[in-house]
């Protein structure tokens, strides 16, 4: 019988120039292909947050992959806190908040 997957969540602050790059939609589609649950949302004070749930090493994976962000962005930092997981379900992007 297989175990139950290690699964972590945790809410990712990115700073820097990534919003206006395509940072968002990016990060749809690199969560999804890691099968990942959550969401990406534009803040009002520049940041992109998201909240990323999944497999652990999927979840480690995608914020490794957020350090570099889409090709036009320049990440200068991301700030990570652990959330609680909100368990399966889809990727999507947010309104701005």
């Not at 979840?59 to 399966?88: K, T």
Request: with cysteine.
């Amino acid at each position: 019988m297989a175990e139950k997957e290690d699964r972590k969540a945790v809410l990712a602050r990115i700073h820097g120039k990534v919003q206006g790059v395509w940072y968002r939609g990016w990060t749809v589609d690199a969560a999804n292909r890691l099968g990942l649950a959550g969401w990406v949302r534009n803040r009002g004070d520049g940041t992109v947050e998201a909240l990323f749930a999944g497999p652990a090493d999927a979840v480690d994976r995608m914020l490794e992959a957020c350090r570099r962000g889409p090709s036009a962005a320049i990440v200068s930092d991301i700030a990570v806190e652990p959330v609680r997981d909100p368990g399966p379900g889809v990727f999507e992007q947010r309104p701005t908040q």
